[in-house]
Structures are given as structure tokens and as C-alpha cells.
């Protein structure tokens, strides 16, 4: 019985995470791939949040809140004899998809808010064609993740009217410099993105025209994302190929050398003399380093 129900329980998550759980558990490297089971979401929470906040929830999202009130999947990977959690995969469950910007930091009457220091840094974004959010009463701004604390990726309504309950939403991320960037139209894109980037460090700068850290990117070049373009994180023309466990670093360096051997010892006359030059002046160098 215990079998038949873990059976169903794998079964539900990969579909639910369209076979990235499998992927990971493939990938060289990674020690564990943890998924939180949570109940779906009652169907008077939804609509008790949607009155609360004038808004009705995009039907792509109110599906999933009622087969899932949430997602939580992480992945860890041995590094420097530990493990150590690399990728997280995050969507808020309905009562934690609060909205931002509704009260000030400070309580002194002439404090500045969200929205004036947003103001401050909007003309660099004039080249971009879309609308940005702002922090006022024409937008609704809810967080769907908190990205490691990296920024927010937000759930946006625009052109609020009173009285007007909105329908119509879109997925923006907010940099931890209060820049807008636009991710997606609906949920179900997002979503996409989310898996197919393996939740990885950073991974919504990699869809902005700033990109991801340095330390980022090279794990983003060791744990290549399932549909990966090379330009969102590189500008030059080089081809990430990801063929190394880093648990089996040094363990076939012999084996390597033994077949470099071989192979030189195949070469044609000229070739071969050019080998063995390059082979004992590695030798002599060896040779005074032990001198030493």
C-alpha cells in the first residue's frame, strides 16, 4: 500500500514539475532533489483573498492553487565535502501572496516611499517599450517569490480603476536596485521559465539586460538549464557543454595521461619528435622542481 502511494506521489510530481525532478537526479553532482508536498488551496481562501484585494486571480493561477496552495522543490549538490543547497524553486502559497509597497518603511509624514525612490531611477528604462509597474493606486503588486532575497518576482495588475475588479495580470521581477523587468505574460510561462532554469542562483537576471554575477554564471556553465541559450549569460560565441562530476575530478588523471602515451606513440615520424620534445622538457622541468 505504503509502494502504490509513493508510486502516485512520484508520478504527481513529475508532472507537476514536467520531468525537471528526473533531470536533476541525472546531473552529476547533485546528492538531493526535495520536493514539499502541500494540500491545494481551499476554494474559499481564493476567493476571500480575490474580495480582499479587488482582484480575481489569473485562471492559469487559480488552477494551480487549487491542485497545489504552493511550490517548494530544492536541489543540493556535494561541494567541498558537504552539501550544499544550490537551486531553489519557489511560488508563495495564497496567504502569503502579499502585496508590496502598501505602507512606508518610515512613519515620519514626509518620508519618502517605495514609489519616490522608484521615480528617482525611471528615466534610465525610457528605451524599453512596456509599461513598468509603479508603487501607486494604478497597480497591484503581489510577491510570488522572494529570490533568495535577490529581488522579487511580483504578479502585477495595471491601470486600476475603483470600483473595477481587475482580471488581467503579468509577471515582472524587481531587482534589489527597484528596476522593473518584464518576465512574462501569464503564470504558465513564468512557471515554465522556472523549471527550465532549475531554479538556479540568480536565474531571473538571466532573462534581464544586466545578466548574472560571475559566481552565478559558473554555475550556471556547470549546471547547464534545460533550455539554454548561451547569449543570456555569455557574450562570446562559446558553447557551454557540461561533462563534469565534480566528485570524480582527479580520480582518471592517470588513466588520461597513459592514453596521451599511447596515442603519441601512434603519431608519424616528424609529429613524434615534436612530442617527445614537449614530453622531456615537461620531464626535466619535473625534475628540477624535485631538485628543489
Not at 517599450?129 to 532575497?149: A, M, Q, T, V
Amino acid at each position: 500500500m505504503e509502494d502504490g502511494k509513493t508510486e502516485n506521489m512520484k508520478d504527481l510530481v513529475d508532472r507537476l514539475t514536467l520531468g525537471v525532478t528526473r533531470i536533476l537526479e541525472s546531473r552529476p553532482g547533485v546528492t538531493e532533489v526535495r520536493y514539499v508536498e502541500k494540500e491545494p488551496a481551499e476554494r474559499h481562501t481564493i476567493i476571500s483573498w480575490e474580495q480582499k484585494n479587488c482582484c480575481l486571480l489569473p485562471e492559469d493561477l487559480r488552477n494551480f492553487y487549487q491542485m497545489t496552495d504552493g511550490f517548494l522543490m530544492t536541489w543540493s549538490i556535494k561541494f567541498d565535502g558537504n552539501n550544499m543547497q544550490l537551486g531553489t524553486m519557489v511560488i508563495n502559497s495564497i496567504s502569503t501572496l502579499c502585496r508590496l509597497g502598501t505602507t512606508s518603511v518610515y512613519s515620519l509624514p514626509n518620508a519618502p516611499t517605495l514609489d519616490d525612490l522608484e521615480n528617482d531611477t525611471d528615466d534610465e528604462g525610457k528605451e524599453e517599450s512596456l509599461e513598468k509597474p509603479h508603487f501607486n493606486s494604478k497597480y497591484r503588486i503581489f510577491e510570488l517569490d522572494c529570490c533568495n532575497g535577490n529581488g522579487k518576482v511580483c504578479l502585477v495588475y495595471k491601470n486600476i480603476q475603483s470600483g473595477v475588479v481587475s482580471s488581467h495580470a503579468e509577471i515582472w521581477f524587481l531587482d534589489r536596485a527597484l528596476y522593473w523587468h518584464f518576465l512574462s505574460d501569464t503564470f504558465t510561462a513564468y512557471y515554465r521559465l522556472m523549471l527550465v532554469h532549475l531554479g538556479l542562483p540568480q536565474w531571473q537576471y538571466a532573462l534581464t539586460k544586466y545578466g548574472v554575477s560571475p559566481q552565478a554564471k559558473q554555475w550556471f556553465n556547470m549546471y547547464k538549464p534545460v533550455a539554454y541559450s548561451a547569449s543570456l549569460v555569455a557574450e562570446d560565441d562559446i558553447t557551454f557543454i557540461n561533462k563534469l562530476d565534480p566528485s570524480q575530478v582527479f580520480k582518471n588523471r592517470i588513466k588520461l595521461q597513459n592514453a596521451k602515451k599511447k596515442a603519441s606513440a601512434q603519431l608519424p615520424g616528424p609529429q613524434k619528435s615534436q612530442t617527445s620534445l614537449v614530453t622531456s622538457k615537461n620531464t626535466s622541468q619535473i625534475g628540477s622542481t624535485t631538485k628543489k
